[in-house]
Structures are given as C-alpha cells and as structure tokens.
C-alpha cells in the first residue's frame, strides 16, 4: 500500500509512503512501487523496496504441510519441527495448539535432548517443539486447513501453519454421468462404459456394483484390477421403459455414485438427440 503527495511544485520535494504486509513471509522479498508523473521528460520512475524478514520462530521442513492418504491411510502422522529463531529474544514458550478442524487431530511435545532425524523432520535439539498432524476420517476432497499456536516471543507470538489435506474417494470415475444412446439397428438396447480406478489402499476384490433399476445391468470388466471399466447394459422393457438409473459402486463404507441416462427420443427415432 501507498500514500504520496499527488502535487509537487517544481524543484520541490515530495513524499511516498509505502507499506509491505509481511504476514507470513520469511527471509528477502522485494517489492516495486511505479510512480507515474506528468514530466514529459522521463518515463515511470520505479522504486524497489527490498526486506528480510525475520521470525520468532522457524518450522520445518517446511512452514505449510499438505497431507495425502497413502496406502497406509491417514494412520501415519505427519510431523512438523518449531525451533526458536537464533535472533529472537527470550524463550520459546508454545501453547494455544489448535486445528481449524475438528477431524484434523494435533498434539505437540517439547524436546528435551538431542533427537535424529525421523518422519521427514531434522534433527532436534533440546527446546524444540514436534507437532503430530493426523487427518482422522476426512471428507473426501481437498481442504485448507489451518494449524495455529502461541510462542510467547515478540515478534510473531502468534504464527499460522497452512494445511492441505487431500482425501481422495475410494474409487474415481472419469464421468459421473453415463448417457445410453439406442441406435437404429438396436432401439430396444444400448451400452455404456465409463472408466474407473481405485485408491492405492483399496483391495480391488472388494469392489461391488449395484443398479437402482431393474432394466439396467451393470458389471466390471476386468474385475478384481485397480483399473477398470463399468459397463452398463440397458434393454427396453415393456411399454413405458425406465429410462434412468444411479450405477453404485460400493467399496467398504464407501460408496460413488454413477448416474445413466437413456437417450429414449434416440430409441424412439433411431437418432441420437
């Protein structure tokens, strides 16, 4: 943000005022400020403003931390390491722990001697803090979370990890909506497939497939694979045949959902609408 004198009498001075908001940002960042002016003379003037920012505190690996469900689910925690900057003052004192989510599950613990590398986190020292991270039965889909604690230090006392949490479904479809089309060799059948694969930690012989609508058929083919194809028969039955279905693909406690439609005006004419 910038403030400046809009007028300047010539051969006199002014002044620009300008802000960097540094809210989580560590070490250099550099920002530019264009002055635009009427003398004709010169082009815009441009003026850099370069600043390291220091914290009261270093995260590690990494000040942000993105959580994916791998095959062992999300039963491993992820780990994060806090150490007190070598140029901050006074002592480290961590409290306020808190997730922005009721299923994100996080603890802390102090250190108090010298610790090896583990979980993706460097070596500890005596008065570093590890953070437990766990995701425990997410929503499927990809969530910004938020982790927040105190340090007691002057400047950050407060400081904001951001957390991604990725829970993929147990099974993904390239299409959730499958259009059958009758030709007009076959009004009275017609056949459609859509493409799906499993989570890494998913058995595939585990895999179960269901029909709202009798009238529809569904089968997986190759069954028992992590890649395969749902395939779904429809054949026309009696005068008002149904024309729609949900295809559920069922595996454990988790179930997605694939919609079909019959395109009956093709049925009817032989053309697809």
Known sequence: MASFDEVIPPGKAG????????????????????????????GPITLSVMAKIVGSVEVMPYPALQIARHRR???????LL?????SEDGA???????ASSPWLKVSSR?????EPPVEGIPAAQAGDIVISVQAVDPPTGTHAETLTFKTGLKREPQVMIPVTVIAQPAVSLNNND?????????????TGQVLASLRDDVDP??????????????????PGE???????????????PPSETVIHIKVGNETTDLRVRVNLLAAATGKAS
Do not use: C
Not at 178 to 190: E, M, V
């Open 15 to 42: 002044t620009i005022k300008a802000s960097v908001h540094t809210a989580n940002y560590k070490g250099a960042i550099g920002k530019s400020v264009t002055v635009t002016h009427d003398d004709t003379s010169q």
């Open 73 to 79: 689910g999300f039963e491993t925690p992820a780990l």
């Open 82 to 86: 806090v150490r007190k900057d070598a």
């Open 92 to 98: 480290l004192a961590f409290s306020g722990l808190t």
């Open 110 to 114: 102090k250190v108090t001697g010298d």
């Open 178 to 190: 499958l259009i059958l089309t009758p030709t007009a060799a076959a009004p009275n059948g017609a």
């Open 205 to 222: 012989k585990t895999v179960a497939v269901t029909s709202d609508t009798p009238g529809f058929k569904v089968r997986i083919e190759p």
């Open 226 to 240: 992590a890649a395969f194809r749902v395939i779904v028969d429809w054949e026309r039955t009696g005068k008002t």
